[in-house]
């Protein structure tokens, strides 16, 4: 369900990710590294997703 603002809910990202840097640049929202858990095993995420809202 879109806000007021127009913020909605996308697809997910492939895997849980926490502790991760978000930014926007050039329009784009782009989410670099932070961490998830495989089997009770910190894993650091070397991966970088990025969004285009106005692609959907």
């Known amino acids: 369900m879109a806000s007021a603002a ?6 997910q990202l ?6 991760f840097v978000a ?3 050039r329009g784009r929202i782009v989410i670099v590294g932070g961490t998830t858990w495989d ?3 910190k894993r650091w995420l070397e991966l ?3 969004h285009d809202p ?3």
């Open 23 to 25: 930014v926007t640049l």
């Open 48 to 50: 970088v997703w990025s």
């Open 6 to 11: 127009g913020w909605g809910k996308r697809a």
């Open 14 to 19: 492939l895997a849980g990710n926490d502790g």
């Open 54 to 56: 106005g692609i959907g």
């Open 39 to 41: 089997c009770d095993v």
